[in-house]
């Protein structure tokens, strides 16, 4: 990981668009600010409408930059935020583990997002709020068991307790490398199905010091320490 954040001085080579979604108050801004800043706020408030951060990276001896955008989860910003998942190469679901209700609406979100974005789009179901586990009200067997049926990478983290964060995030920027580096190796001439992705628009991402081998579809969980 020692490569991993570089000198902010050099010239951007690439920039990627991911996007937080979920209903509010599950802790996406909270998951973005650590990620993005290595900050936690206990006075959060709940975003309006959108903000991103971005995050620069030196990977593979590129400079690229994770534009990471935090979309409000309130029903009455549902069109503001529609049209901020176009162009997006990666989209992080976040649900609150003490919050069932946030879970049972993963599937409307996950629909939303893929009536939206690009159809190769990297998806990861993330259940937040781990450090919160006597408080536990979603079982992380149904989280896998959704992210496996739905083809979803699956994480849970803490934002409180940095748990799994920059892993969640990483995570999502190796798949994006894995069917990057996938499409790379067809003929220039050769068309794609279904039109063309925008994920063959990036670069290619992989975790210096690691082969680009494909991300399971599915992580056992690690508890809080």
């Known amino acids: 990981m020692s490569n991993l954040y570089g000198d902010f001085n050099q010239k951007i080579d690439y920039v990627f668009k991911i996007v937080l979604i979920g209903d509010s108050a599950v802790g996406k801004s909270q998951l973005l600010a650590r990620f993005a800043r290595n900050e936690f706020n206990l006075d959060s408030k709940a975003t309006i409408g959108v903000e991103f951060q971005t995050k620069t990276l030196v990977i593979d001896h590129k400079t690229v930059k994770a534009q990471i955008w935090d979309t409000a989860g309130q029903e009455r910003y549902r069109a503001v935020t529609s049209a901020y998942y176009r162009g997006a190469v990666g989209a992080m679901l976040v649900y609150d583990i003490t919050k069932r209700q946030s879970f049972d609406h993963v599937a409307k979100w996950l629909e939303e997002l893929r009536g939206h974005a690009d159809k190769n789009i990297v998806i990861m179901l993330v259940g937040n709020k781990s450090d919160l586990g006597t408080l536990r009200a979603v079982p992380t067997e149904d989280a896998k068991e959704f992210a496996q049926r739905e083809n979803l990478v699956f994480m ?27 499409k790379a ?4 001439d050769e068309p794609e199905s279904g039109g063309g992705s925008s994920l063959l628009k990036g670069t290619n991402i992989v975790v210096p010091g690691q082969e680009p081998v494909p991300v399971r579809r599915s992580f056992n969980c690690c508890t809080s320490s």
């Open 185 to 188: 190796l067809l003929p220039n």
């Open 156 to 182: 849970e983290t803490s934002a409180l307790e940095a748990t799994n964060v920059e892993t969640a995030f990483l995570t999502v920027l190796t798949e994006i490398y894995r069917i990057i580096s996938k």
